[in-house]
């Protein structure tokens, strides 16, 4: 290990034909870190095809590869400078190839986007910039390659880096070094070149030198539980600790069931190796006092400090797959240890992969295209957005067995309060529109069927029609109590607004239990808010018969037989 500062994760991406793999050969053979028999093997093979020897086929380990001209898989490789080591994650750049990046670029600390100084930054080049973003990479750094093709012309470097600069900034990528270079001959990779006399900064190895990790501002403890152990009469959470600390004592809550424990112990293989303290990056393995039922993709946090648990969210996503992510469509999630289906309830729109901007998304999303989606899920897991908790606010989708797309928590829409009724975001209203109901003979009372918990977010469809009740397809749900409207369209919650800010549209309107609202006017809105918003237990009664119709949407059938499943 180097004098120090321990081990260093990188990954290096780019455009294809950009040099990103003849910078890291000639990166790794400037450092001394390949064994001389590898080098001879390269040479044996560039001879034989009569070629030049290409530092880029030093990372070429299959002979496929080499036939290809491309890089298809994902390489580690080590090397070391007198300051620490390093580990390079070689992220493909093909674009049928971008599959791959995701799991090399997900583990890198800093990533560094590799630039033709002829060619400038192409669209794949700005889509894997939006891919790092949406993995976490929070240091991203440029390399302006090839800029012997150029001159080394500084205004060449200059242009290119503004550019990058900007793009970088609308991704909310942290900025690292920006170095020109041409890995080729091997100008300013190791050593810095005399060609570069308007340059003033680091040469590439030196730059990486100076690379000061920023901590990450994720504090709260965050310990997804991968699987549970037991041994003899202990049973043990096993699991790596995305964030935060973890001590002997401490009082945890283990999310969705939200039940509070305390730390008994933190066991391991050997004694030697009993820690009263763990922290982030480690895998843990813990005892709590109370026995629960956990199983994994259960959440440990601190009490107070606990991950939403949410079965909806808005999502920023990147899909790979050959088949389009369509509208409605059912995917399997996997979010930390968590797995769950998924339904895409609505493509909100693309993003555009130039300029950011968004698009209309006609129903799909296409491979390597970026979008924003409405995600609901079929069970509630423990999640956080993206921006406070990388590791459980980052997910990926599977269409069948193939890991087709990634994306990053938004904005979560938690119904852990709603047990009936309808939540976006901040915005929360009860409501029994779509329960049903029955007249009991026995009680001689108007009983609710009370099988499931029924909430529903912007995008899912509802139910218009049960035994109990029967509503059209365009209507206008208003709940005084908690002074929201609910806005159904085509059968589906079309939005979610404060009463406050609702105007009266033409279409049918119910009130949160379901009954019919008399109002045909504008002017009759008006009269019926001011009289439910103003009235009290005494004239509540005169205020639901002036403007409410039980028969207009609901019956109530005579006994529960019917609803038995």
Request: hydrophobic share 40%; with cysteine.
């Amino acid at each position: 290990m180097g004098e120090n500062e321990g081990k260093l994760k990188l990954v290096f991406t780019g455009h294809v034909d950009h040099g990103k793999s003849t910078v890291i050969g000639r990166l790794l053979f400037d450092t001394g870190s390949l064994p001389q028999g590898a080098i001879d093997k390269i040479k044996a093979v560039t001879l034989e095809k009569g070629k030049a020897f290409e530092f880029a086929y030093l990372l070429d380990a299959f002979e496929e590869e080499r036939t290809q001209g491309i890089t298809i898989d994902t390489t580690q490789l080590a090397f070391k400078t007198k300051k620490r080591d390093y580990v390079i994650i070689d992220a493909p750049g093909h674009v049928e190839f971008l599959k791959n990046m995701i799991s090399g670029a997900a583990d890198a600390e800093a990533a560094f986007l590799v630039v033709d100084a002829q060619r400038g930054l192409e669209e794949q080049s700005r889509r894997h910039a939006h891919m790092l973003s949406i993995l976490g990479v929070r240091q991203t750094g440029l390399i302006v390659n090839k800029m012997d093709l150029v001159g080394f012309k500084e205004k060449v470097f200059g242009d290119i880096t503004r550019e990058a600069w900007g793009f970088f900034d609308s991704l909310g990528l942290a900025k690292g070094p920006s170095i020109p270079l041409a890995a080729l001959p091997g100008d300013n990779v190791v050593k810095r070149s005399d060609n570069f006399s308007w340059y003033n900064g680091p040469s590439l190895i030196e730059a990486l030198d100076d690379l000061r990790i920023s901590p990450r501002e994720e504090k709260d403890l965050r310990l997804p539980i991968q699987d549970v152990y037991k041994f003899d009469d202990r049973r043990i959470l096993a699991g790596r600790i995305e964030s935060g600390r973890l001590r002997v004592g401490d009082e945890v809550t283990i999310s969705p069931g939200g039940k509070r424990t305390l730390v008994a112990s933190l066991p391991a293989w050997l004694d030697r190796d009993v820690k009263d303290e763990v922290g982030r990056g480690e895998s843990v393995g813990l005892i709590v006092k109370d026995e629960f039922f956990n199983r994994r993709g259960d959440v440990v946090s601190h009490v107070g400090r606990a991950p939403e648990v949410a079965d909806s969210f808005l999502a920023s996503i990147f899909w790979l797959g050959k088949t389009p992510l369509n509208q409605n469509a059912r995917y399997r999630l996997k979010l930390g240890a968590s797995e769950t289906e998924a339904r895409v309830n609505e493509i909100v729109h693309l993003i555009d992969s130039t300029s950011l901007a968004p698009r209309p998304a006609q129903g799909e999303i296409k491979q390597n295209e970026v979008a924003v989606v409405a995600l609901r899920l079929k069970k509630a897991i423990p999640v956080d957005l993206f921006s406070k908790h990388t590791a459980t606010g980052r997910f990926v989708l599977l269409d069948g067995y193939d890991v087709s797309g990634g994306g990053i928590v938004t904005q979560i829409h938690s119904r852990a309060d709603i047990r009936h009724g309808f939540v976006f975001g901040e915005l929360k209203a009860r409501c029994e529109v779509f329960e049903e109901y029955y007249y009991s003979l026995g009680d001689m009372a108007v009983n609710k069927v009370d099988r499931q918990t029924l909430s529903y977010t912007v995008g899912d469809p509802v139910p218009l029609s049960g035994l109990s009740y029967k509503y059209p397809d365009y209507f206008d749900i208003v709940i005084f109590r908690d002074q929201m409207v609910v806005q159904i369209r085509a059968a589906k919650v079309d939005s979610l607004k404060p009463l406050a800010e609702y105007d009266y549209q033409g279409l049918p309107l119910v009130n949160g239990r379901g009954f019919g609202l008399l109002v045909q006017s504008p002017d009759d809105w008006d009269r019926a808010k001011g009289d439910f918003l103003a009235q009290t237990p005494e004239t509540e009664p005169t205020v639901a018969k002036r403007w409410l119709d039980f028969n207009a949407y609901r019956r109530i059938p005579m006994g529960w037989s019917d609803f038995v499943i």
